[in-house]
């Protein structure tokens, strides 16, 4: 019988194993991997977009020179150092307008973030005050509510689902509507194009706002608004269907509050104001808040109430 061998399929490798050649141990290059990636396995206590924002920050060093860019390849072996600076300590609380041992109700101001953006939130948030109940958006100011226990903010946020806690809103929009006043019906969605954004969609949730305008001048109107749903930037998205923006609204509108050259609005608001800068924030307050608080009897119904910000005044009255 004769028998035949398969044919070696790695004739290189066949050469040494023969003794024919000598096989090159020289080690091959080391494998590079991204600065966040490694972060992540040396800090888990972390996830990986706040690690992140830790680079961009500049807190992390890589053999004592510090990296900015997540994607930065590195060796492994490569001495990484995150220092986390000191938590900032935290501002004076807002304006309270009301506060009892079950809930707070503050005036908060514009820029104030509702809730931490990430693990790592350096700045501080409504939730350093009390436990969340609904959101404003950070630009936006005006009444919030927050519960002390619980129970509390279990019960206030039932109203809101329940849609048993009615809000007024003001704002200052660009322009005057058609109309004094009406009820704006159009559904809201997700806009696709611009995850983080919303529009008008025919096959939204169902979104109502009532509006009336309270006062104009040649180039803005208040206007007094009542949403009957909580959309994400529900007035905001019908006030921008409508043709008439809120001012300040770098989203939807056409003011924004970046430094860069001005728009057409931004000098408008100079001239109504006397004011040599930029538009200073979205104009946009919550101005009221009726909803049942913890008290005798199972509860005891209030409006609480914010006076509208000295700036709305001062572009409304500006001829």
Do not use: W
């Not at 023969?18 to 290059?29: E, F, K, V």
């Not at 007035?235 to 860069?260: C, F």
């Amino acid at each position: 019988m004769i028998i035949t061998g398969k044919k070696f399929s790695k004739p290189d490798l066949s050469r040494v194993i023969n003794g024919d050649t000598i096989l090159n141990t020289t080690p091959s290059t080391p494998a590079k991997y991204r600065l966040d990636h490694l972060l992540v396995q040396q800090h888990p206590e972390y996830n990986r977009s706040s690690l992140q924002t830790f680079i961009k920050s500049g807190y992390v060093t890589v053999d004592d020179q510090t990296i900015t860019k997540p994607n930065t390849k590195l060796d492994q072996a490569a001495q990484i150092t995150l220092t986390v600076p000191d938590a900032p300590q935290l501002p004076p609380r807002p304006p309270v307008i009301y506060e009892d041992e079950n809930v707070l109700v503050l005036n908060k101001p514009s820029g104030l973030l509702s809730i931490a953006k990430g693990e790592y939130c350096p700045e501080p948030t409504l939730e350093d005050y009390g436990l969340l109940v609904h959101r404003l958006d950070r630009d936006t100011s005006g009444v919030v509510i927050l519960a002390k226990n619980p129970a509390t903010q279990k019960m206030l946020r039932k109203q809101f689902q329940d849609r048993k806690a009615h809000k007024a809103y003001y704002a200052i929009v660009v322009g005057q509507p058609k109309l004094s006043e009406a009820m704006i019906d159009l559904p809201i969605a997700r806009n696709l194009k611009r995850p983080t954004t919303f529009q008008v969609d025919q096959n939204g949730k169902p979104s109502q706002t009532y509006y009336k305008v309270l006062v104009s001048n040649e180039k803005y109107s208040l206007l007094e608004l009542k949403p009957t749903t909580g959309r994400t930037h529900q007035l905001r998205v019908h006030l921008k269907y409508l043709g008439i923006p809120i001012l300040g609204d770098a989203v939807y509108g056409e003011g924004t509050n970046k430094s860069r050259d001005k728009t057409k609005s931004e000098k408008e608001i100079d001239r109504a104001s006397d004011q040599p800068h930029e538009i200073p924030r979205l104009f946009l307050h919550a101005g009221a808040l009726e909803i049942t608080i913890p008290g005798p009897n199972g509860g005891e119904r209030r409006t609480f109430s914010a006076p509208l910000p000295p700036e709305f005044n001062q572009i409304i009255q500006a001829k």
